[in-house]
């Protein structure tokens, strides 16, 4: 069974511009998360979503980051513009539902803001 | 936001010994997980805990669920050096589902030869 894809891995760009992350969960698991990670933190979470539906995105900050799900599959994360503070890990989840809170991570963008 | 404190912060041990940190909150929590992350890695799911006072192995890992629910305890018996890496708790806040996991800000494992 194929584990949770991202794509890119490394992403370098000057501040003020677009980027975009691309995350296919497990196939099958209908909860997809994303979460930031900071050097020497934990991972938190960005927004969950059940399905095509962002359930929870309290914690996504909207004047600059967005996120879709359209097919209740594969997700995209976009910063625009991006700020120097914006460099980080970004990481995928996905677990088979609400009722299964055990997370399978990807292996994450990691995101260089210049 | 909710808070949950790792300890130790890191520890360096010898290959060969036994390895014990813990996780604890002033919150309740119905869930617990840890994971383990290696280096431009994204964390692996090692054990999960869902009732208080549970005890779970996992090879030489097991992990235990405070009876109190809210801390956790992971033991790593006679380390390798592959055992090296950052520990993570994640704990399910309340008794609902469909709630967010928050994480702790992990325990780093350094195994000497």
């Known amino acids: 069974e194929a584990g949770v894809v991202q794509s890119p891995r490394y992403k370098i760009i000057e501040k003020k511009q677009p980027v975009a992350f691309w995350c296919n969960p497990i196939?099958?698991?209908?909860?997809l998360y994303w979460y930031l990670q900071n050097l020497g933190q934990g991972p938190e979470l960005l927004i969950r979503?059940?399905?095509?539906?962002?359930?929870?995105d309290s914690q996504l900050p909207k004047d600059r980051f967005s996120a879709e799900r359209l097919k209740g599959v594969d997700s995209t994360l976009k910063i625009q513009p991006a700020e120097l503070g914006d460099s980080a890990v970004y990481l995928c989840?996905?677990?088979?539902?609400?009722?299964?809170?055990?997370?399978?991570f990807g292996p994450g963008t990691r995101l260089t803001v210049l | 936001g909710q808070q949950l404190n790792q300890s130790p912060q890191s520890m360096f041990i010898q290959e060969g010994e036994d390895v014990s940190m813990n996780c604890t909150s002033s919150?309740?929590?119905?869930?617990w997980l840890w994971y383990k992350q290696d280096p431009g890695e994204g964390p692996v799911l090692l054990i999960a805990?869902?009732?208080?006072?549970e005890l779970t192995s996992n090879g030489r890992l097991t992990a235990q669920f405070g009876i109190t629910r809210k801390d956790s305890f992971l033991n790593i018996s006679a380390s390798i050096p592959s055992d090296v890496g950052i520990y993570f708790c994640?704990?399910?806040?309340?008794?609902?589902?469909?709630?967010?996991?928050?994480f702790g800000p992990g325990t780093r494992l350094s195994v000497l030869p």
């Open positions: 994640a704990g399910q806040l309340g008794l609902g589902y469909g709630q967010n996991f928050v």
């Open positions: 805990l869902y009732k208080a006072g």
């Open positions: 979503y059940e399905n095509e539906e962002a359930v929870d």
């Open positions: 989840a996905s677990s088979r539902g609400r009722r299964d809170g055990e997370q399978f």
């Open positions: 196939s099958g698991h209908n909860t």
């Open positions: 919150s309740i929590f119905n869930t």
